[in-house]
């Protein structure tokens, strides 16, 4: 379960730069978006404490991280328009060989 409760806290982990990103407009603050931010960055938090109780700390954090990194830099890309060179994509997959390395080990 503590997988479970830590892949739960990667997909919250990308939700809060989300959040950050449309909660902020040249007419000022989006306050529905930054509330966004705060409800994923506590959800995940808690997640990663549940996953901790089973999964050494230095995993479960690197994981975390990953996924959240990985997660946004996708959402960044499809959504967002950010760029989607070959050396970026390469790099996100060196992340997920980690995070892969890091759950077989």
Aim: charged residues 10%; glycine residues 18%.
């Amino acid at each position: 379960m503590a997988w479970v409760f830590l892949l739960l806290a990667g997909v919250c982990e990308i939700g809060w730069p989300i959040g950050l990103k449309l909660g902020w407009a040249e007419q000022g603050i989006r306050w529905l978006w930054i509330g966004f931010a705060i409800v994923c960055i506590t959800t995940s938090g808690a997640l990663l404490l549940l996953a901790q109780r089973e999964i050494p700390m230095g995993t479960a954090y690197a994981v975390w991280t990953g996924i959240g990194a990985v997660g946004a830099f996708v959402v960044g890309v499809w959504a967002f328009g950010d760029p989607g060179t070959v050396l970026r994509f390469a790099s996100v997959g060196l992340i997920v060989l980690g995070i892969v390395g890091l759950k077989m080990g």
